[in-house]
């Protein structure tokens, strides 16, 4: 008899992230709610990631009797090896097209849950099956004593859900706020932060995309009028071209596109690290994640923004995609050189995509919009 596959799976993406595990782990073993499984997809750490993994949580022993009783009560927690750093996209795909859990848990390393946060999560879900992502009250962790990797729990709030404003800059709601009961209700969001967010599988499945191919006439690009679809095990979830940094955006906004509703519950509570800069200071962070996030954010608009949302908000994205660049002109020049560069190297790219999920979106542009005019 074939063993049923648990409701909900955990994923993680590491890629040197021992410090953050044993905090983590140690929370979702903790969870009230238990019929989870756990997968942790490596990008090529080089640090001791999986061994700290496979020496706390898994039998020091190979034989089965004392995998079975090492494993008794305990979800399954499974590891897939990449050899290098694919990327957090690509990493979290690997792991939706291998689960079948109804509902998928996307987790940093650097978050620690409370208890109950699953079972909030889960009774919210269970209420409406419109529901695509459901997140909980993510509050900041700050280091303790360095030393012996203490970490405190803080009550400033990291996130209560993305929001999105006319300039088309996507923020965590509530961010560097004290926590005073604020953002106590439960309530429809613009989307969920990828730090910490439960998909429906059902959702995940109605909006994912065909891998869509570059082609050349000479050294022209050409937008082919369809996708190429490949085996369904290529679909895209997260947008593999993103690499890292606002593909979690980038999944929201469609999810809205065709429907789907995301919802913040308040009583379900976890903590974050947060290794970047606060939205106030985000340019402040490396070259490398500056230029992902200049450049992701421009293939974010081409991807999902109507043109009359565009033309609806035009000042506002004009002054806010300004600044941005005389940011980067007077301090990092080369990050806002090669970001253009990157941006319209797979331009064409993105067209053909954002034909593909217009073409599907179910929402009138005017439901949209009314997002940016909140």
């Not at 080089?46 to 999986?50: G, L, R, S, V, Y």
């Not at 253009?340 to 053909?352: E, I």
């Given at each position: 008899m074939n063993k049923v596959a648990p409701k909900v799976c955990i994923q993680i993406v590491t890629w040197n992230s021992q410090q953050f595990l044993k905090d983590c782990l140690d929370s979702i073993f903790n969870q009230t709610y238990k019929n989870f499984s756990i997968l942790v997809i490596d990008n090529g750490s080089?640090?001791?990631?999986?061994k700290f993994i496979k020496e706390n949580y898994f039998p020091k022993h190979g034989s089965m009797e004392i995998y079975k009783e090492f494993r008794q009560n305990k979800p399954d927690l499974f590891i897939i090896q990449n050899k290098k750093n694919v990327g957090f996209s690509k990493a979290h795909n690997q792991g939706l097209a291998i689960s079948q859990a109804d509902f998928v848990l996307v987790m940093n390393p650097d978050v620690i849950l409370e208890p109950d946060f699953l079972e909030k999560l889960i009774e919210a879900a269970e209420k409406d099956d419109k529901i695509s992502s459901l997140g909980g009250k993510i509050l900041k962790l700050k280091w303790g004593d360095a030393e012996i990797g203490e970490k405190l729990k803080t009550n400033i709030l990291d996130s209560t859900g993305l929001k999105i404003l006319r300039s088309g800059q996507v923020i965590d709601r509530g961010e560097g706020e004290t926590d005073n009961g604020q953002h106590d209700n439960q309530e429809e969001v613009f989307g969920i932060s990828g730090a910490c967010v439960l998909y429906r599988r059902a959702a995940l499945e109605d909006i994912k995309i065909p891998v869509i191919r570059n082609s050349y006439i000479g050294n022209?690009?050409?937008?082919?009028?369809?996708?190429?679809?490949?085996?369904?095990?290529?679909?895209?979830?997260?947008?593999?071209?993103?690499f890292a940094y606002k593909e979690d955006i980038d999944l929201a906004w469609r999810l809205q596109l065709f429907g789907w509703q995301s919802v913040y519950v308040p009583t379900a509570k976890a903590y974050h690290f947060r290794s970047g800069a606060p939205a106030s200071l985000r340019f402040s962070q490396s070259r490398w994640v500056n230029f992902l996030s200049f450049r992701n954010h421009l293939w974010l608009f081409v991807k999902n923004m109507h043109w009359q949302i565009f033309w609806r908000n035009f000042w506002f994205i004009l002054w806010h995609q300004s600044l941005k660049k005389l940011y980067l002109l007077f301090t990092q020049p080369g990050i806002l050189l090669k970001?253009?560069?990157?941006?319209?190297?797979?331009?064409?790219?993105?067209?053909?995509?954002?034909?593909?999920i217009l073409s599907q979106s179910k929402l009138n542009w005017r439901v949209i919009n009314k997002w940016m005019d909140n």
């Open positions: 080089k640090d001791e990631t999986i022209k690009f050409v937008i082919r009028s369809r996708a190429i679809r490949q085996p369904a095990e290529s679909d895209e979830y997260f947008d593999e071209d993103f970001g253009k560069l990157s941006f319209l190297q797979k331009f064409s790219k993105m067209l053909a995509k954002r034909k593909y």
